[in-house]
C-alpha cells in the first residue's frame, strides 16, 4: 500500500535524489472572504483548507 507499492512512482526509487513527477491537480479558488462567507452561512470550510489551517481556525473561533 502506499506510494512504494504504485508502479507510476517506482522510478522515484530508482535514483538517490529521486525523479520529478508531473501529477494533474486542479486549483481550489480559495480566499479568506470565501472562507469567511462559507462559514458565515453556517457550512463547514474544512475542505477548502489543509487541516492544520482548519484546526487553528476552530480553535481560534476564528469567522465565528
Given at each position: 500500500s502506499?506510494?512504494?507499492s504504485d508502479k507510476r512512482?517506482?522510478?522515484l526509487?530508482?535514483?538517490p535524489a529521486g525523479y520529478?513527477?508531473?501529477l494533474a491537480l486542479s486549483a481550489?479558488?480559495?480566499s479568506s472572504s470565501k472562507i469567511r462567507?462559507?462559514?458565515l452561512g453556517g457550512h463547514s470550510a474544512r475542505y477548502?483548507?489543509?487541516d492544520p489551517v482548519w484546526s487553528?481556525?476552530?480553535d481560534k473561533k476564528l469567522y465565528c
Open positions: 502506499g506510494f512504494d512512482y517506482g522510478c526509487f530508482d535514483q520529478i513527477v508531473p481550489l479558488d480559495v462567507k462559507t462559514v477548502l483548507v489543509p487553528y481556525i476552530c
